[in-house]
């Protein structure tokens, strides 16, 4: 990649692509691609066919996605696997076409499955029963994979996917309905301190371990990975069957923790009552970070800082709003 690579950010409106947007302009590249969903459905496969072939991009980074907690993976499984299905479909199928020289697939933690071994190595794909909360998300993710798997071998792509743990930052969703657990928080803990609620419900016992990145990390990771020298990236797609790498911080913490975090960020003084009547998901995800350990690649923002920027990205996002009701 140079700073006049063509470069395709699919989802550059979402969590990870808007990172991902961010990192590439201050590393200098200014070649980038960038169609919202109104430009480009990547669920249709002529419009993604031609402008694949119009715009003949040389590196694409495959973040677009729907997404979800718990709840919205319970409400739209359909949505969740045959929406991600199409995408992926779409844009591995014409990157190919159009001969792009290097993509990058995102994927997910809940991959893996439901009970495995922590902290989770890549080789536990596929080895045991997903967990049924999320299981047409996992499907969807694991089906990408494998297609940028099959489609190196068999036509000589250099695709290679990572997965990420649980994100949050910038451009994150704090609908209470589709979001996940730490942005839920967010948004639930201020509303409660500003109308001086005496307490806040959070799903499940809190005992579930759950591992966090600050989205812009992640697209460092996601740069660091495509800026590998031709050798060392080749050596990754062949070392690795399918060519998969955990990207993380290696730490993880509780519900209730992330939750007491939460608060305190945000001010909210009042009580914590843990809902042991919804489900709490995987009792445990967290990475084995050592094969992006060893490309010379870390985290830098710890989680309460994290915590404290995306706490004033979801002010600026509601005030906002605010100002666009007002109108």
């Excluded at 990870?16 to 070649?31: P, T």
């Excluded at 190196?152 to 930052?169: A, D, F, H, K, W």
Aim: aromatic letters at 8%; charged letters at 20%; glycine letters at 8%.
């Amino acid at each position: 990649m140079t700073p006049e690579t063509r470069i395709h950010v699919a989802g550059h409106r979402g969590l990870v692509g808007s990172a991902l947007v961010r990192r590439l302009r201050a590393r200098g590249f200014c070649n980038l691609l960038l169609r919202s969903h109104a430009e480009l459905d990547l669920a249709d496969a002529p419009a993604v066919r031609r402008f694949y072939a119009r715009e003949r991009p040389q590196v694409v980074f495959l973040a677009a996605a729907k997404v979800g907690g718990i709840l919205a993976n319970s409400t739209y499984p359909a949505q969740f696997i045959h929406h991600n299905l199409q995408i992926q479909a779409n844009v591995i199928g014409e990157a190919y076409r159009a001969g792009v020289q290097r993509l990058l697939f995102l994927g997910s933690s809940c991959i893996y499955p439901r009970d495995c071994p922590q902290p989770i190595r890549e080789e536990y794909l596929l080895t045991g029963p997903l967990e049924a909360t999320n299981r047409p998300y996992a499907i969807a993710k694991i089906a990408g994979i494998e297609t940028c798997w099959a489609f190196n071998r068999e036509y000589g792509t250099r695709y290679l996917s990572v997965m990420p743990t649980n994100l949050y930052g910038p451009g994150d969703s704090y609908d209470l309905h589709n979001s996940h657990v730490l942005p839920a928080l967010i948004r639930k803990m201020h509303e409660a301190r500003l109308s001086d609620f005496p307490e806040v419900v959070v799903w499940g016992t809190g005992t579930p371990r759950r591992e966090f990145l600050y989205s812009d990390d992640m697209a460092d990771a996601c740069i660091h990975l495509m800026t590998l020298p031709d050798g060392e990236y080749d050596a990754i797609l062949a070392r690795y069957a399918p060519p998969l790498i955990n990207v993380g911080c290696g730490e993880d913490v509780t519900i209730r923790e992330l939750a007491e975090t939460v608060a305190r960020v945000v001010g909210f003084t009042g009580r914590l009552m843990f809902d042991a009547g919804k489900p709490d998901g995987t009792p445990r995800k967290l990475l084995d970070v050592s094969r992006m350990s060893k490309l010379g690649w870390r985290p830098t923002m710890s989680l309460d800082s994290g915590i404290g920027e995306a706490y004033r990205d979801y002010l600026a996002s509601a005030a906002g709003q605010s100002l666009a009701a007002d109108r």
